[in-house]
DNA sequence: CCTACCGATCGGTAGG
DNA sequence: CCTACCGATCGGTAGG
């Protein structure tokens, strides 16, 4: 297909992101901050400087915005995680790695990834289903890794499965409710704390 | 004609149940479902048999019907947790039961509780300033929860206890999002693996 | 990217 | 609790 995109009359300075891009972000601050529904297009269309009609000459429809935030923040934590797969580390290491990678994809979008939790349930059927894959694949990778541990004799061997990929998704995903990308903690910090705390344990020895 | 009404997916709403509480009841799941702003007042009529107008009959507005449901929610949250302050228990099995009353209350209250975390944000400021009372109440009893077990040599000494009171938060509050209470986990259940996991650690011995 | 506009629907009210 | 209605605002479009 030939790209019909009209050509700017001048090349924008390197600095200014894509109209699109732009678009993207201001969406997912918004989406966030009020909620999808809350966001008007006049609102969106107002914090980037132009009018509420204007906007239609960039996406298609307020719902492609969502899907399209919601898709790359799936795509971020695929590539985060399931290159991970193949990596030869002990169960322990990997999983060390793989919570740095899932807080760091959090951190880094933390917008972004607050739009994914609060609203994938509203998506249209098919984005909805995509969006389950993911979740499902993610879980997968979880047990997988807990599964390993145990065949190697890294975790204990009375492990729920199924519990212990719960338990630790729920500490890397709540994180996008408390962290703050601006305050003294990396997300390093954070996962080298909480892996650390799964691994060995609150009680004393 | 035979009736077509789609009947209610949980339970018949009690006819003896006053009005007010099954507004409570269905907009909680209607808020839960499809997102406060996404639920019209005509649709939370709908299903409750009368007209759109008629709620003003028995509620103040939009806005309160959240009010209502979020303070109720911090309420029992306050109920369950903050009585054991003064419990009698070593810091382990506290922590047990602290999680077990606490998933307990997500379980009992799925769709308020989902109201709870994904609306709270959008809240008045006065609504909003309570809502955060709440959370660092809650915070500060985990925190003080970690701190016994720290002093009396139950816990590990070199613990982080604003990380390790956010690890243990992350796993009941997460529980929102993944529990059924038809299936075949309880609460207890899940507490107590919880529980026994992060005291004890994925590690071998 | 703007102006001007569309039908639909919103939360809420008046009066019964 | 209903009927009838309000002004406001919604997402989106046409034509430039």
New binding site residues.
Partial sequence: MPDTTPKPKRELPRREQP?REQIHEVASRLFSERGYHA?????L?GEL??????L???I????DLLVQIVNRASQQFDEALLSLRDVNLPADEKLREAMHRHILVVADNMDSATVFFHEWKHLSPEAYTRVTGWRDSIDHFYRDLVTEGMRTGLFRPDLDVKMAALLILSTVNWTYTWFHPQGTLTPRDVADGFADMLLSGLRAR
């Fill in positions: 109209r966001t008007s297009m006049r609102e269309a400087g132009m009018q509420g009609g204007s239609y000459a960039h298609s429809g307020k719902e």
